[in-house]
C-alpha cells in the first residue's frame, strides 16, 4: 500500500487552503476534463453553444463543483444564469467568498 502524496493543494488541519486564483485555475481543468465539445477555454465562451455542454454534461459540471468546492446545491433559477465560464468562476468564487473559504484574497 502506497502513501497518498499532498497535491498542490495546501492543506492545514484536513482542510485545503483555497485562494481565488487557484479555486479559478481548477474550475478550468475541471470545466475542459467535462467539455463535450472541443471549443475555446476562454472567460466568454459560452457553455451550450461554444463548448457542447448539454444538459446531462452541465449536471455532471455542477455536481463536480458542488462535489470540489463543497458548494450548496445550485437552484434551477440560478443555474439559468450561468451561461460562460466566467459566469461559473464567479458563481464559485462568490458562493466560498460568502461562506469563508479562501485563505486569503487574491483579486483576479
Same mark, same amino acid.
Do not use: C
Given at each position: 500500500?502506497?502513501?497518498?502524496?499532498?497535491?498542490?493543494?495546501?492543506?492545514?488541519?484536513?482542510?485545503?487552503?483555497?485562494?481565488?486564483?487557484?479555486?479559478?485555475?481548477?474550475? @478550468?481543468?475541471?470545466?475542459?476534463? /467535462?467539455?463535450?465539445?472541443?471549443?475555446? !477555454?476562454?472567460? #466568454?465562451? *459560452? &457553455?451550450?453553444?461554444?463548448? @457542447?455542454?448539454?444538459?446531462?454534461? /452541465?449536471?455532471?459540471?455542477?455536481?463536480? !463543483?458542488?462535489? #470540489?468546492? *463543497? &458548494?450548496?446545491?445550485?437552484?434551477?433559477?440560478?443555474?439559468?444564469?450561468?451561461?460562460?465560464?466566467?459566469?461559473?468562476?464567479?458563481?464559485?468564487?462568490?458562493?466560498?467568498?460568502?461562506?469563508?473559504?479562501?485563505?486569503?484574497?487574491?483579486?483576479?
Amino acid at each position: 500500500m502506497g502513501v497518498e502524496q499532498p497535491t498542490d493543494d495546501h492543506v492545514q488541519g484536513g482542510t485545503k487552503e483555497w485562494t481565488e486564483t487557484r479555486v479559478r485555475a481548477l474550475i @478550468g481543468e475541471i470545466i475542459r476534463d /467535462l467539455m463535450p465539445g472541443t471549443g475555446e !477555454l476562454a472567460p #466568454e465562451a *459560452r &457553455l451550450i453553444e461554444e463548448l @457542447g455542454f448539454h444538459s446531462l454534461a /452541465l449536471l455532471e459540471l455542477a455536481f463536480s !463543483l458542488e462535489d #470540489e468546492f *463543497r &458548494l450548496p446545491t445550485i437552484d434551477e433559477a440560478t443555474a439559468r444564469t450561468i451561461l460562460t465560464v466566467q459566469d461559473v468562476e464567479n458563481y464559485v468564487v462568490t458562493q466560498m467568498r460568502t461562506s469563508g473559504r479562501f485563505s486569503g484574497d487574491v483579486a483576479v
